[in-house]
């Protein structure tokens, strides 16, 4: 820039320069400075005594947005200044004894397009003999960069503090910078860490391959996550995410490692205990069904390259309801929790003991032998060393309980899966309950077709309830006149290729298989519905209808409400509905107890079905608000065979009589069975020799 663009104002009233050769010379001087400034690459101006610009450079100029001639002689450089600046500049320079400098002070200019930049602004002032201000010159530094950087640095500062542990590290992992949080979850103050490498928290538990892989994956991508155990100061162990980046160079050589971890103790531990409630029985802390089941998978396959025969061994307690019944669930409990450690203590290291529910467990021994008989004779031994260990009395305190325990045993080698094993092992399990319990069973090529026939059966049973094949049969239930005064409802089932399949037989398929559940529910809905149609006809209005309720339908919590129901819904006289139970029902006497009263409060009436070959003994019988007995067909059948069977009969009737029951023979087959039972004063019959059980249609066709 030539000389014609610096302008310079002297300000004449000045004494100093009332010799005008001085003054010019000083013109001269200050022109040489102006020129001199219009190279450099900051902002300067000079002011007068009123704060006027007398000069200023381009650069400042070019920040301003105005031309020069706007500017001297015109402008002050507070009229460029924010609010904020103009008061921090009057505060500084507005001052009776002006200072000869300022440097750095820190203000914001409004360039013309309303733009504001930081500045930092260093002035000298010249003053004359009487210390009175001649000019000002000032030099104006653009802080624009230099106040973004200052603010990463403050951001990065805080994140720094963040709630996570972060340390810097140089590239020879030496540990330059730690922050508070660092210190929080290491124990380690700085001063400790600083200088230090991370080894100083290392804990052990891994391996050189894990450290290997960390830096392998660092060099290659730059960055790395993971868990990490470490070790606190105080010893304590405790487990991090951690998260390490590598700082490069412009050359792309490492410089430092910058790591941030947070503590997952907490966290992890949650994580485990639910896998570990996942897998475990929250009794016994034994593996539960799901992990024994992935453990026979494991098994089959290990099997399968072996060659070596396993073996599974299905362990039910036997009768431990009873323990339940007579000392309370939390015996029953104690009883488990120490079967289930006997269990654990006889077996091998590396065997699976399992509680598959209730008080069913399971082992699965593997790699037992390359024979099959050798193998089938250490599985054996195991399980009737376990039979021995069960059986020994549970002592808890005062009490004392016995448990014995049945076992099925499965053998396997390459070719089974998991949930034949299981099924299998089960079903030899209860074979051993009928051989009389206590004992072992293995299961056998006779047991496989049994289960194979037993299992299509229930599945045709299944479809035969689906699909409406199931049917109520009715035999008359008569009066000492002779008259029907209802009927038992029997169910029966027309099979296809089978003709009638045998009640004992599928309906015990029932019970073992739940089936009864549903079936009871159907018989229970269709009684509802057959005695609603009787209501409608005068000749079969006052018929009642008895139907056979399973002890297990009658254990479900909800069976009082599922009666109340069919009854509502079908709207029928509850007094004509009998439900009949059998004594097996009585095992857990106080529930018994309870459902038969909300029974008896809706109105249905309520019979004891097979009575006398049961063990319930007349002080629970007095507590049941049962309206009818029943007499056991195997009795009436004995009537002038046995003696015996028939005092048992007068017994059962003058009972029935002294408790306010109704009484009914059923299975009465003979005249002589008949009129033996009516001099003993029983009121009610049913059996052959007063109608078998038939379709409806005939049923009805025979009341007189
Ligand atoms: N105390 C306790 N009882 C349980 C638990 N789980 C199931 N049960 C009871 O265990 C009993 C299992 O009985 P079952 O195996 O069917 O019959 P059992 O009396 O052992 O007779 P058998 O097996 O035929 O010899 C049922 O009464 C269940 O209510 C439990 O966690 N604690």
């Not at 091998?348 to 069913?360: H, I, N």
């Not at 319990?437 to 037993?454: E, G, K, P, V, Y």
């Not at 003979?670 to 020799?689: P, R």
């Amino acid at each position: 820039m030539g000389e014609s663009a610096i302008t310079s104002y002297s300000n004449g009233s000045r004494s100093a320069f009332t010799h005008p050769s001085l003054a010019s010379r000083l013109v001269a001087i200050e022109n040489e400075i102006n020129s001199l400034f219009e190279r450099v690459p900051f902002g300067s101006h000079s002011l007068d005594a009123e704060g006027t610009y007398k000069s200023i450079n381009a650069l400042e100029l070019a920040w301003l947005g105005y031309t020069r001639d706007e500017v001297i002689g015109k402008k002050k450089l507070v009229d460029f200044l924010t609010p904020a600046s103009q008061d921090k500049f009057h505060a500084y320079f507005d001052h009776p004894h002006p200072r000869a400098a300022v440097n750095d002070l820190e203000l914001d200019l409004v360039r013309r397009d309303g733009v504001s930049m930081p500045i930092s602004l260093s002035v000298t002032d010249h003053l004359d003999d009487a210390h009175q201000l001649l000019n000002r010159r000032a030099v104006i530094f653009d802080l624009t960069e230099s106040r973004a950087n200052r603010v990463r640095q403050r951001v990065s500062a805080v994140a720094f503090e963040s709630l996570s542990g972060m340390f810097i590290t140089d590239r020879n992992q030496m540990i330059l910078q730690v922050n508070n949080a660092f210190t929080e979850l290491t124990g380690y103050t700085a001063q400790e860490a600083e200088g230090q490498t991370p080894r100083l928290l290392s804990s052990g538990r891994h391996n050189k391959a894990f450290y290997q892989a960390m830096w392998a994956a660092l060099k290659e991508k730059g960055c790395w996550h993971g868990e990490v155990w470490n070790r606190r100061k105080d010893g304590s162990i405790f487990v991090e995410w951690l998260s390490v980046s590598t700082v490069l160079d412009v050359a792309g050589e490492v410089t430092h490692y910058v790591a941030s971890f947070i503590d997952i103790t907490a966290r992890k531990s949650a994580q485990d205990q639910m896998a570990h409630m996942a897998y475990h029985d929250a009794l016994t802390q034994l593996p539960n069904r799901r992990l024994l089941q992935d453990r026979l998978n494991q098994a089959l396959a290990a099997a399968r390259r072996s060659g070596l025969y396993g073996a599974l061994l299905f362990i039910d307690l036997d009768n431990f309801k009873k323990i339940n019944d007579s000392a309370g669930h939390e015996a029953g409990d104690l009883v488990l929790v120490e079967a289930a450690n006997r269990l654990r203590r006889t077996v091998r290291e590396g065997d699976s003991v399992a509680r598959l529910g209730g008080d069913e467990f399971a082992i699965l021994l593997e790699d037992l032998d390359t024979d099959r008989l050798e193998s089938a004779a250490k599985a054996q031994q195991l399980g009737e060393k376990i039979i021995e260990v069960l059986a020994q009395p549970y002592v808890f305190g005062r009490h004392k309980f016995h448990c014995s325990a049945s076992i099925g045993i499965d053998l396997y080698a390459h070719t089974e899966s998991g949930p034949d094993l299981l099924q299998h092992a089960d079903l030899a399990m209860y074979q051993s309950k009928r051989a009389g319990r206590n004992t072992l069973r293995f299961f056998d090529q006779a047991m496989q077709t049994a289960l194979n026939s037993h299992v299509a059966l229930e599945n045709e049973l299944r479809l035969a309830l689906e699909e409406g094949h199931l049917q109520l049969y009715f035999q008359p239930q008569r009066d000492r006149t002779g008259k029907a005064i209802g009927a038992e409802a029997l169910l029966r089932w027309p099979h296809g290729e089978r003709g009638f399949v045998a009640p004992a037989e599928f309906i015990a398929l029932a019970e073992e298989t739940g089936l009864i559940l549903p079936i009871g529910q159907w018989v229970l809905e269709a009684a509802c519905a057959q005695l609603k149609d009787w209501e409608d006809q005068p000749r079969t209005r006052q018929l009642r209808l008895a139907i056979n309720v399973s002890a297990r339908q009658f254990r479900q919590t909800e069976f009082v409400a599922q009666v109340r129901q069919a009854m509502e819904h079908h709207a029928v006289n509850p007094a004509l509905l009998k439900l009949e139970v059998t004594e097996s029902v009585l095992l857990d006497v106080t529930d018994t107890v309870r459902k038969m009263e909300a029974l008896r409060a809706l109105g249905v009436q309520l019979s004891l079905d097979d009575f006398g070959t049961g063990y319930s003994s007349l002080s629970i019988l007095t507590q049941l608000p049962i309206t009818q007995l029943k007499i056991d067909q195997s009795f009436v059948r004995n009537i002038g065979v046995k003696p015996s069977d028939a005092s048992i009969i007068q017994t059962i009737i003058s009972m029935a009589q002294i408790l306010d029951m109704e009484v009914i023979a059923e299975g009465v087959e003979t005249e002589a069975q008949s009129s033996f039972l009516e001099q003993q004063g029983c009121q009610l019959f049913q059996g052959a020799l007063f109608g078998p059980a038939v379709p409806i249609a005939v049923f009805e066709a025979q009341l007189a």
